[in-house]
C-alpha cells in the first residue's frame, strides 16, 4: 500500500510540475512544501534545467537539501557546492547539432557555465557539455530524428514536453541522481515520493516508493505512476504532499 510508505524525501520535477505556466511556485504548493520540511521531510529540486535557472526557486523555497539539475547530469549539496557532473563528449554535441541543422529544428544546449539557445559558441570545444535539446514543428521530423540518436547508442532520451527532445549522457537520468542523493542520506528509494509530468521524469516515478504524475502529465508518464494527483495549475504538488507526507 503506497499509503503506508515512510516518505523521508520528497523529489520534485519544477516545469510542468511545480511551476504553473507562469513560471511561479503558487502559495499552497509554498504552503506544502515548508509544511513537509517542519516534519523533518526533506525536498529537493529534480529539474532538467540548469543550476543557475533554478538556484533561486530552491532559496525562495528556503530547501535545505541536494539540487538535481539538468536531468541528472549534475548534483548539488545544501551549500550549492557541486558534488557530480557527468558531460556529454564533444563530438556528441556537435553532431547533434548538425543533426539540428540539416533537419531544420530549434535546439538548445547547456554547458557547465552557460544555455546556449538558437546559437552555439565559435568554439564548442572549449565547454563542458551536459545537455542538448532539439524542438520540433513536425512529428516526421521528431520521429526520424529520434531514430537517429537511438541508432547511435549512446545517449540517454527523454523528453521535457511532447515537442522536444533531451539528450543526456547514457545512464544519466533523474532515478540515478536521486539514489546517490538517498546513499548520502542513509535511506533508499522506498523513502522517495517522486513528482513530475514528462518523460525525464518516468525513471524516478518508477523507482520511487509513491511515484505521482501530474494531471497535465503525458499519458505515458501518467501510465507510469503509482498515482494521479491535481495538474500544475491547480497545487498538484501539493495535493500529493497533503494525502501521502502530511496524511490530510
Given amino acids: ?13 519544477m516545469d510542468g ?15 506544502a512544501i515548508k509544511a513537509a520540511e517542519a516534519t523533518g521531510v526533506k525536498v529537493i529540486l529534480s529539474t532538467g534545467r540548469a543550476y543557475m535557472t533554478c538556484s533561486e526557486y530552491a532559496e525562495s523555497l528556503e ?62 570545444t572549449q565547454h563542458e557539455w551536459l545537455k542538448f535539446g532539439f524542438d520540433f514543428d513536425e512529428d516526421t521530423i521528431k520521429e526520424e530524428v529520434y531514430q537517429l540518436l537511438m ?34 542520506m542513509g535511506i533508499t528509494m522506498e ?4 513528482l513530475g509530468d514528462s518523460l525525464n521524469d518516468i525513471a524516478m516515478i518508477k523507482e520511487a516508493g509513491i511515484g505521482v504524475a501530474m494531471g497535465n502529465a503525458q499519458e505515458i508518464v501518467r501510465e507510469a505512476a503509482d498515482y494521479v494527483t491535481n495538474t500544475n495549475e491547480d497545487d498538484g504538488v501539493a495535493r500529493a504532499i497533503e494525502k501521502f507526507v502530511l496524511n490530510n
Avoid at 1 to 13: G, V, W
Avoid at 73 to 84: A, M, P
Wanted: overall charge neutral; charged content about 25%; aromatic content about 4%.
Fill in 1 to 13: 500500500m503506497i499509503k503506508n510508505k515512510i516518505i523521508k524525501l520528497i523529489a520534485c520535477d
Fill in 17 to 31: 510540475t511545480l511551476l504553473n505556466e507562469s513560471g511561479n511556485i503558487s502559495e499552497g504548493n509554498r504552503s
Fill in 63 to 124: 530547501l535545505s537539501s541536494y539540487l538535481i539539475t539538468v536531468n541528472g547530469s549534475e548534483i548539488y549539496d545544501d551549500k550549492g557546492l557541486l558534488i557530480e557532473r557527468n558531460p556529454v563528449r564533444t563530438e556528441l554535441i556537435q553532431w547533434m547539432h548538425d543533426l539540428s541543422t540539416k533537419h531544420k529544428t530549434r535546439f538548445w544546449a547547456v554547458s557547465a557555465d552557460n544555455v546556449w539557445r538558437g546559437k552555439m559558441p565559435v568554439d564548442i
Fill in 151 to 184: 541508432e547511435n547508442g549512446t545517449l540517454e532520451i527523454s523528453n521535457s514536453s511532447p515537442t522536444n527532445l533531451e539528450i543526456n549522457a547514457l545512464g544519466i537520468n533523474k532515478a540515478k541522481a536521486i539514489e546517490k542523493v538517498c546513499s548520502r
Fill in 191 to 194: 523513502n522517495v515520493m517522486a
